[in-house]
């Protein structure tokens, strides 16, 4: 069941006591035949040897730009949910629980063990329905170590977000971030002529 019909990643399922599953068979089975991949084959893999990591994302689903770079130690669910643009960096102990779409922007980097989730729960129905609400990193941003960034939030083009920051509301463009919650703390302003 979708929430509007232009908007394939606000899927909504049932879950809880007594309701359907809200993962497809379709969706489980790709989530262990990727964990399998994963824990045997790709987190293996030298950060060297990155366009294999890159070929195996796009195996997949991912849909992985150029000169991409996934350290094998980031952990991936659901890679077919993954738009990663060029030239993007997914850092060491970088967690993307992508339940929903989560896309990051040309250039941008995100930083030791951020923590990017694109799914939740409606807590104000007792069923607790899950709720896959996308991400979207714009391009040139940096999301620095340990950020915590939650479902449905945009960080606008060429933010910074400080360390340990909790991100729960829409950032942004050309601006640095900080805090729990985060929020504006100054314009970013880019050198020139270097």
């Known amino acids: 069941m ?14 809880g006591r007594g309701q359907p599953n809200p993962h497809s068979f379709k969706e489980l089975a ?50 077919w949910n993954l738009i990663l ?14 339940l929903g779409t989560i896309t990051i922007g040309k250039h941008s ?3 030791q063990r951020a923590h990017l ?10 069923r607790m329905p899950l709720l896959r609400l996308p991400i979207r990193i714009g ?8 950020v915590f960034i939650g479902p449905g939030v945009n960080v606008g083009d060429r933010s ?9 509301k829409d950032l942004p463009p050309d601006s640095v971030c900080a805090g729990n919650p985060c929020r504006t703390i100054r314009p970013r302003v880019m050198r020139t002529g270097q």
């Not at 950060?47 to 730009?65: D, E, P, Q, T, Y």
């Open 30 to 79: 790709g989530r262990g035949a990727w964990a399998a991949t994963y824990w045997s084959i790709y987190r293996w893999i030298p950060r060297h040897l990155n366009w294999w990591h890159r070929s195996i994302l796009r195996v997949f689903g991912a849909k992985v730009g150029r000169a991409v770079t996934v350290y094998p130690s980031a952990h991936i669910t659901c890679p």
């Open 139 to 146: 391009d040139g941003a940096w999301i620095c170590a340990e």
């Open 117 to 126: 989730c694109a799914g939740t729960h409606d807590y104000t129905d007792p």
């Open 85 to 98: 643009k060029d030239y993007c960096v997914i850092g060491p102990g970088v967690e993307l629980f992508a």
């Open 109 to 111: 980097v995100l930083s």
């Open 2 to 15: 979708e929430s509007s019909p232009d908007s394939r990643n606000m899927h909504i399922s049932q879950d």
């Open 160 to 168: 910074v977000v400080g360390a340990r920051s909790v991100v729960i």
